[in-house]
């Protein structure tokens, strides 16, 4: 469970993913990696709740299906044709009516701007969605249309901590 958990973490925060989000956001990078490092545990614990929910769970794995469908190879390329509107769709379906109060909190956290904020997250999301559903697809087990991603998605784990110690 961790260990996919980590992956993400990982990817997300790589120089080339920060390089990346920094140019489409107009933000830097060390702003990106602030940003991120706050709002990913409230993502993480949102695309757990997308998973849970037995009403979302289905349009959940078709996004993850859809998005792990991008390439990712060339980080320079994918950001250059990212989606930002779909991305504030993303970050909505994962926070749902949280998104302001978490947007405000990284914001207040951060000393960041809650409007970059906002736009940074909305960059980020399809990375973290194809991320996420390529794990999801080399994971994916018969029974489990998720893998192992779903139990870490499904389980009750504390992305705060995970972080924290993945941040170490």
Same mark, same amino acid.
């Given at each position: *469970?961790? @260990? ?19 140019? &489409? ?5 060390? %702003? ?6 706050? &709002? ?9 709740? +997308? ?7 289905t349009? /959940?794995? +078709? &996004? ?7 390439? %990712?190879?060339?980080?320079?390329? /994918? /950001? ?7 991305? $504030? ?7 749902? %009516? $949280?998104?302001?109060?978490t !947007?405000d ?16 997250? !909305? ?5 973290? *969605?194809?991320? *996420? $559903? ?21 389980? @009750?784990?504390? !992305? ?5 110690? /993945?941040?170490?």
């Amino acid at each position: *469970m961790a @260990n996919n958990i980590e992956s993400i973490l990982g990817e997300l925060l790589k120089s080339d993913a920060l390089k990346g989000i920094s140019s &489409a956001s107009g933000s830097s990078e060390s %702003t990106v990696e602030s940003v991120l490092k706050n &709002a990913l545990p409230s993502l993480l614990g949102g695309a757990s709740n +997308q998973a849970k929910n037995e009403e979302t769970k289905t349009g /959940f794995l +078709q &996004a993850l299906t859809d998005h792990a469908g991008k390439d %990712t190879s060339n980080l320079t390329s /994918f /950001f250059n044709n990212v989606d930002i509107t779909d991305g $504030g769709k993303i970050v909505s379906h994962l926070l749902g %009516t $949280g998104k302001d109060e978490t !947007a405000d909190k990284v914001a207040k956290d951060t000393g960041i701007d809650v409007g970059k904020v906002i736009k940074i997250l !909305a960059v980020a999301a399809p990375l973290l *969605m194809s991320i *996420m $559903g390529k794990k999801a697809k080399e994971d994916k087990k018969d029974d489990n249309p998720l893998g192992s991603l779903a139990g870490a998605l499904l389980g @009750n784990f504390d !992305a705060s901590s995970l972080i924290k110690n /993945f941040l170490k």
